[in-house]
């Protein structure tokens, strides 16, 4: 739910942070799992300011720009840098799993857009992404991680969107100190905080503290206004159990009132017994 508001944003930090750890080893073949390269578009063919156009006395278009990171026209091609990706395709988890999929695409082909990615050999490298299926389960996410290392040779890999998916594939990355990206993970040290990784980065936040936003803005609401008694719904697995601990914490330290705390099934689409007893309760917010 909140998480997945990130993904995108996310997405855009994990490429920074890749950028700084990308290294020789990440290279690969294009081949078995879900392989996507993005389109090789690279500020169109050979694109110049029409045939010989100079606007004015020997007028250039700036100072040397470039169109994004990196990017040169007529510079060296290198290898494509293959990075793998542990991704919810199948199973309860695979709504979001696909959003998660399209955001982590969208940024590859917009680096490659722009030329590819220049390493330290000098030259510009397109990034292609190979999707394994976790099939929203925590043990496949480990056998998905070994694949990818092992199978595909691959040593820089991102995350599901999904805690215990995540902390299942790290502890795998840790054994073959591959360098894995988790992009959705708790960080409390009661779940990926806590593993004392090595080989795993971890861009979420808290689960103590994921709250924050929505206390802060019901206070906005002004006195008078301000809900004070709140129902809590999560999902029935340790990533919502978790989640749902750290809102019922806050709640309670604003002296504020649980009237109802409920659990779902994970992948349910229908809340509407949920909503009907927090009427019931007299719930005035829902977190």
Request: charged share 25%; net charge negative; hydrophobic share 40%.
């Amino acid at each position: 739910m909140r998480k997945r508001k990130h993904l995108v944003l996310v997405m855009a930090l994990l490429t920074i942070g890749l950028i700084s750890v990308l290294f020789a080893a990440a290279c690969g073949e294009e081949e078995p799992a879900t392989t996507t390269a993005a389109p090789s578009t690279t500020a169109g063919p050979e694109t110049t300011a029409g045939p010989e156009t100079t606007a004015g006395p020997e007028t250039t278009a700036g100072p040397e720009t470039t169109a994004g990171p990196e990017t040169t026209a007529g510079a060296e091609m290198g290898e494509d840098l293959v990075i793998g990706a542990i991704n919810s395709i199948t199973g309860v988890n695979a709504l979001t799993g696909a959003e998660q999929k399209w955001a982590q695409e969208k940024a590859a082909e917009d680096i490659n857009a722009k030329g590819g990615i220049k390493l330290a050999d000098g030259k510009m490298h397109k990034v292609v992404l190979k999707f394994m299926d976790d099939k929203s389960s925590d043990t496949e996410a480990a056998a998905a991680m070994e694949k990818l290392i092992k199978s595909e040779g691959i040593k820089i890999i991102l995350s599901s969107n999904t805690t215990p998916y995540n902390q299942a594939a790290a502890t795998v990355a840790e054994q073959y100190q591959a360098f894995f990206m988790a992009n959705t993970s708790w960080t409390d040290e009661s779940f990926f905080g806590g593993y004392g990784l090595k080989w795993s980065a971890d861009v979420f936040e808290s689960a103590a503290d994921s709250g924050l936003v929505a206390m802060g803005a019901a206070k906005q609401l002004g006195e008078g206004n301000i809900p004070t008694k709140w129902a809590v719904m999560y999902e029935n697995n340790p990533d919502g159990i978790g989640w749902g601990d750290g809102q019922k914490a806050l709640i309670a330290k604003e002296g504020w009132e649980i009237v109802a705390d409920e659990k779902f099934v994970e992948g349910n689409k229908d809340f509407s017994s949920m909503i009907l007893k927090f009427k019931e309760a007299g719930a005035e917010a829902l977190d």
